[in-house]
């Protein structure tokens, strides 16, 4: 079934320019792409056997980034 296009254009980015220049603002996907993305960071950088980042980077990412109390 195919809705109006109002303000989200569901076929973003499939047509159209194919470019964004608003850094990570204009990420679109999947939950399920995203439960991959996660499980792999789950599985310290590694999908399905296959080394996507460092664990090194993946405890970088994954550290306390703001010291001390709020």
Same mark, same amino acid.
């Given at each position: 079934?195919?809705?109006?296009?109002?303000? @989200?254009?569901?076929?973003?980015?499939?047509?159209?320019?194919?470019?964004?220049?608003? =850094?990570?603002?204009? /990420?679109?996907? *999947?939950?399920?792409? @995203?439960?991959?993305?996660?499980?792999?960071?789950?599985?310290?950088?590694?999908?399905? =056997?296959?080394?996507? /980042?460092?664990? *090194?980077?993946?405890?970088?990412?994954?550290?306390?980034?703001?010291?001390?109390?709020?």
């Amino acid at each position: 079934m195919r809705y109006p296009v109002s303000f @989200y254009d569901p076929d973003y980015p499939i047509k159209g320019a194919k470019s964004c220049f608003s =850094g990570g603002a204009g /990420l679109c996907s *999947t939950a399920m792409d @995203y439960a991959t993305f996660l499980q792999m960071y789950l599985n310290h950088g590694e999908l399905k =056997g296959v080394r996507i /980042l460092s664990r *090194t980077t993946v405890e970088t990412i994954l550290r306390e980034q703001v010291a001390g109390e709020l």
